[in-house]
């Protein structure tokens, strides 16, 4: 299976920046896509960016569209969020998660990491 570990949470002032990055190891030639998605404190888990194999295709939920960028090397069985221009409400878990298809929603994705925090004060 794909064990998936995230890094590179923390707190973080308004307006700053933060890269969080996602590292995979197990059957990786599976994860076709990657995605990053993160819960609130009595919220629901909600999608934040996705992106497939040949970064051919990405999606963004519009809350974070213009601040946050998804890549991925695959020679380096990784994946990046990179958050700008961060926000109070940005404020939740992060967690890593990989699919064998396309999809944009966290019900279709079947690995999971452990999650990182992230935290921002205004």
């Known amino acids: 299976q794909v064990q998936l570990v995230e890094s590179g949470g923390g707190p973080v002032q308004a307006g700053g920046s933060l890269r969080l990055s996602c590292a995979a190891s197990?059957?990786?030639?599976?994860?076709?896509?990657m995605g990053w998605f993160r819960q609130a404190p009595g919220k629901e888990r909600e999608s934040v960016a996705t992106?497939?194999?040949?970064?051919?295709?990405?999606y963004y939920a519009d809350s974070v569209k213009g601040r946050f960028t998804i890549s991925r090397d695959n020679a380096k069985n990784t994946v990046y969020l990179q958050m700008n221009s961060l926000k109070p409400e940005d404020t939740a878990v992060y967690y890593c998660?990989?699919?064998?298809?396309?999809?944009?929603?966290?019900?279709?994705?079947?690995?999971w990491g452990q999650g990182t925090q992230v935290t921002v004060s205004s």
């Open positions: 998660a990989a699919s064998s298809r396309w999809a944009t929603h966290a019900g279709a994705y079947n690995y």
């Open positions: 197990g059957r990786t030639f599976n994860s076709y896509a």
């Open positions: 992106i497939n194999w040949s970064n051919s295709l990405t």
